[in-house]
C-alpha cells in the first residue's frame, strides 16, 4: 500500500461541498474505475496474443508456400516437349564433300545444295 493510500485511509472521508462525492467515495470509485482498467487491459493482452499467434501461424503457411512455389518452378515441366538433340551433319553432307569435282575452283552442285557445307573445302 502505498503512501497515499494510507493517508486517505486514515483521514476520515470528507463531505464536498454542492453535492459531490467524499473522499472514501471517490476513493472507491476510482479503485473500481482502476479494477475496470486492469481487467480491459488484460483482455488486451490475451487478444494480442492470439492474434500474434494466428499471425505467426500465417506467417510460416506463407513461406511454406513461398518454399513450394519456388521449388516447383525450378522443375522441369513435364509436359513441355523435349528439345530434339542438335543435328549434326549427316552422310549427305559427306557425300556432298566427296562428290566435289577435283577443281577446287567451281564447288559441284550437290555442295551448293547443302549450306552448311558449301564451306568445307
Same mark, same amino acid.
Given at each position: 500500500?502505498?503512501?497515499?493510500?494510507?493517508?486517505?485511509?486514515?483521514?476520515?472521508?470528507?463531505?464536498?461541498?454542492?453535492?459531490?462525492?467524499? %473522499?472514501? $467515495? &471517490? *476513493?472507491?470509485? @476510482?479503485?473500481?474505475?482502476?479494477? +475496470? #482498467?486492469?481487467?480491459?487491459?488484460?483482455?488486451?493482452? !490475451?487478444?494480442?496474443?492470439? %492474434?500474434? $499467434? &494466428? *499471425?505467426?501461424? @500465417?506467417?510460416?503457411?506463407?513461406? +511454406? #508456400?513461398?518454399?513450394?512455389?519456388?521449388?516447383?518452378? !525450378?522443375?522441369?515441366?513435364?509436359?513441355?516437349?523435349?528439345?530434339?538433340?542438335?543435328?549434326?551433319?549427316?552422310?549427305?553432307?559427306?557425300?556432298?564433300?566427296?562428290?566435289?569435282?577435283?577443281?577446287?575452283?567451281?564447288?559441284?552442285?550437290?555442295?551448293?545444295?547443302?549450306?552448311?557445307?558449301?564451306?568445307?573445302?
Amino acid at each position: 500500500m502505498s503512501d497515499a493510500d494510507r493517508h486517505f485511509q486514515l483521514c476520515p472521508a470528507r463531505r464536498m461541498t454542492g453535492g459531490e462525492l467524499t %473522499l472514501g $467515495a &471517490l *476513493l472507491v470509485r @476510482l479503485e473500481e474505475r482502476q479494477r +475496470e #482498467i486492469a481487467a480491459q487491459a488484460e483482455a488486451a493482452r !490475451e487478444k494480442i496474443a492470439e %492474434l500474434t $499467434a &494466428l *499471425l505467426d501461424g @500465417l506467417d510460416t503457411a506463407a513461406e +511454406e #508456400i513461398r518454399i513450394t512455389r519456388k521449388t516447383l518452378l !525450378e522443375l522441369p515441366d513435364p509436359e513441355a516437349p523435349v528439345p530434339p538433340a542438335a543435328q549434326l551433319p549427316g552422310p549427305s553432307c559427306a557425300r556432298a564433300v566427296v562428290g566435289r569435282s577435283d577443281d577446287q575452283s567451281t564447288p559441284s552442285r550437290s555442295a551448293t545444295r547443302v549450306p552448311s557445307c558449301s564451306s568445307v573445302p
